[in-house]
């Protein structure tokens, strides 16, 4: 008997559940940081065998923004190209991209 149709548990669940937490909050006018933070989000949950509810909001939150991904991509590389928004925290944290 295999393991096939078992939903894995993402070793970042925990941070990321707050994550999509928060963005479920932005309502209007998303800043960079929230834009990115979504990208970055999406890209790490496709394709993932489970997390299931965190895929499910980010597409909520995705909708909420009137956004499709083609759209957030094209406004996170120009964010990403001025390279401000993963800058240090004052605790030398930088956000993981992984």
Known sequence: MTNENVDQKHPQNRKDRATVDSLLKVKLDPSDRDLAELARL???YR?????????????????????????LYDKTRLIH?????YRRT?????????
């Open 42 to 44: 999406i890209i790490r």
């Open 47 to 71: 394709d993932f065998p489970g997390a299931r509810d965190i895929q499910r909001d980010l597409k909520v939150v995705l909708d909420s923004w009137e956004l499709n991904e083609e759209q």
């Open 81 to 85: 190209a001025q390279g401000l928004v």
């Open 90 to 98: 004052a605790t030398g944290e930088q956000q993981d991209w992984t």
